[in-house]
C-alpha cells in the first residue's frame, strides 16, 4: 500500500493567514493526488485533484501544488469557513489511501 | 447534479453483517464512473472500503476483501455494501463516494452525507 503522510497533524491560525500543509506519499505517484476538506458531520468535499486543478465552485484562496512524492495545500488567506480537517489522497493505485489529516484550528 | 444518500442500519451486533445502501440520483449510476464506499472510525482517519463499475466489476481493500462484498441495483439506481464478521473496530461513519476521471485521474466527487454504524451488542 502506498502510505500518504501529511504535517503537521494540527495547525492553529488566525483568519487572513497563509497557511501551507504537507503531503507525501511513500513511492512516487505523479500527480494522482487529491486534496479533500471535512468539516464535523458534513460530507468530505473535494478541493483539489491532480494534485494542482481547483474543482469548479471552490474559492481561488485555495490551491494545490506537486508532483512525484511531494505535494502542498496552500490556503493564501484563511477564511471563517476554511477551519476543518484536510486530507490528501492518492488515486495511483489500489487500495486508494488519504492521510491521517491536519486539523486546522482558529487561533 | 448527482447527490448520494447513505441509508441503513445504525447498530449491528457483533460477529453480525453490515449492510449499506447509497441511493444515487440526478444521475445514473451506469455513468463511466466507479462508486466507493470509505470509512472514518471515531477519532480517525479515511479509510477507503471498496469500489463497483457500472459492469459489476469490484476492487476492494486488501484489509477488508476477505469481509466485503460490493453490489449494484441498476433498477433502483443505487449500489450496496455488506460487511461481514464485524467487530466493534468496524464502527465507523460509512460514506459513499463517486470517483469521477479525467485523463486517467480519478477523485471522489461527490460524497454521501456518511451514516454511523456502531457494531455493539
Known amino acids: 500500500d502506498i502510505q500518504m503522510t501529511q504535517s503537521p497533524s494540527s495547525l492553529s491560525a488566525s483568519v487572513g493567514d497563509r497557511v501551507t500543509i504537507t503531503c507525501r506519499a511513500s513511492?512516487?505517484?505523479?500527480?494522482?493526488l487529491n486534496w479533500y476538506q471535512h468539516k464535523p458531520g458534513k460530507a468530505p468535499k473535494l478541493l483539489i485533484y491532480a494534485a494542482s486543478s481547483l474543482q469548479s465552485g471552490v474559492p481561488s484562496r485555495f490551491s494545490g501544488s506537486g508532483s512525484g512524492t511531494d505535494f502542498t495545500l496552500t490556503i493564501s488567506s484563511l477564511q471563517p469557513e476554511d477551519f476543518a480537517t484536510y486530507y490528501c489522497?492518492?488515486?495511483?493505485?489500489?487500495?486508494?489511501?488519504f492521510g491521517q489529516g491536519t486539523r486546522l484550528e482558529i487561533k | 447534479q448527482v447527490q448520494l444518500q447513505e441509508s441503513g442500519p445504525g447498530l449491528v451486533k457483533p460477529s453480525g453483517t453490515l449492510s449499506l445502501t447509497c441511493a444515487v440520483s440526478?444521475?445514473?449510476?451506469?455513468?463511466?464512473?466507479?462508486w466507493n464506499w470509505v470509512r472514518q472510525p471515531p477519532g480517525k482517519g479515511l479509510e477507503w472500503i471498496g469500489e463497483?463499475?457500472?459492469?459489476?466489476?469490484?476492487n476492494c481493500n486488501p484489509s477488508l476483501t476477505s469481509r466485503v462484498t460490493i453490489s449494484l441495483d441498476k433498477s433502483k439506481n443505487q449500489f450496496s455494501l455488506k460487511l461481514s464478521s464485524v467487530t466493534a473496530a468496524d464502527t465507523a461513519v460509512y460514506y459513499c463516494?463517486?470517483?469521477?476521471?479525467?485523463?486517467?485521474?480519478?477523485?471522489?466527487?461527490?460524497w454521501g452525507q456518511g451514516t454511523l454504524v456502531t457494531v455493539s451488542s
Open positions: 513511492q512516487s505517484i505523479s500527480n494522482y
Open positions: 463516494a463517486r470517483a469521477d476521471t479525467n485523463a486517467g485521474r480519478n477523485w471522489f466527487d461527490p
Open positions: 440526478g444521475g445514473s449510476i451506469s455513468s463511466s464512473n466507479w
Open positions: 463497483i463499475y457500472h459492469s459489476g466489476s469490484t
Open positions: 489522497q492518492q488515486s495511483y493505485s489500489t487500495p486508494f489511501t
